[in-house]
């Protein structure tokens, strides 16, 4: 079943801009992953952000998240052109049953 | 290196002719899990296993088999393919269920005719 539901579906920005890509979902969660899927190829963890983060970085990477508003976002600073890539976020639900649930995911690409 | 290993890449295939997918990490990982991937509809999960001899279906498990009797395999079986199973597979395993990174394998792009 799907939970997270990202946003946008498609982002094109210029290479150097920031990229914003938000998730949201619909139980309560124990984390939220993000992953990088780039054309057809097998995924890429990113980030994990627990229920009781707020916020956490890594390099280029900043994910925040909101478990009042049932949301997180990923914000990619000075976008490269091999940021190109589809983003998934992915929940791992308090009820779930140890399964991740995925969402539709933000196709993103960077113009050089 | 970390890694789990799909096989084949690529397949195409006629309507009822059983194939298996093969699966293998090499990390010791007691969860593993395939997925599904379709335009549109992001990933769903097919069959998990929590352990060697325990799996449980996940959201769309019809039309699917799986096996685990070795820790580090997880074969998916499609004993009678059906177009409508024409769609891109992946293998993943995690060391905790949903509790960490989930590392995948490259994908099996499946055609069945």
């Known amino acids: 079943s799907q939970q997270g539901e990202e946003d946008p579906q498609a982002l094109s920005i210029q290479e150097g801009e920031n990229a914003t890509m938000n998730c949201s979902y619909k139980t309560s969660i124990n984390n939220l992953q993000w992953y990088r899927q780039n054309s057809g190829r097998g995924l890429v963890h990113l980030i994990l952000i627990r229920s009781n983060e707020r916020e956490k970085h890594s390099g280029r990477l900043r994910v925040t998240l909101d478990t009042s508003k049932k949301s997180s976002s990923l914000l990619i600073t000075a976008s490269r052109a091999a940021d190109t890539a589809s983003y998934f976020c992915?929940?791992?639900?308090?009820?779930?049953?140890?399964?991740?649930?995925w969402g539709a995911g933000t196709k993103l690409i960077i113009k050089p | 290196e970390a890694q789990v290993t799909q096989n084949p890449r690529y397949l195409i295939t006629v309507t009822g002719k059983k194939l298996t997918v093969t699966c293998s990490q090499n990390?010791?990982?007691?969860?593993m899990s395939w997925y599904r991937q379709d335009p549109g509809l992001g990933l769903r999960q097919i069959y998990y296993?929590?352990?060697?001899?325990?799996?449980d279906k996940g959201d769309v498990p019809e039309g699917y088999k799986v096996s685990r009797k070795e820790k580090r395999n997880f074969p998916l079986i499609l004993e009678s393919p059906s177009p409508n199973q024409t769609s891109l597979y992946f293998c993943?395993?995690?060391?905790?269920?949903?509790?960490?990174?989930?590392?995948f394998g490259q994908g099996t792009r499946l055609t069945v005719v």
């Open positions: 296993s929590m352990n060697v001899e325990v799996t």
């Open positions: 990390m010791n990982h007691e969860y």
């Open positions: 992915a929940t791992d639900g308090l009820h779930s049953n140890y399964q991740l649930i």
């Open positions: 993943a395993s995690s060391l905790a269920p949903g509790g960490g990174e989930a590392f």
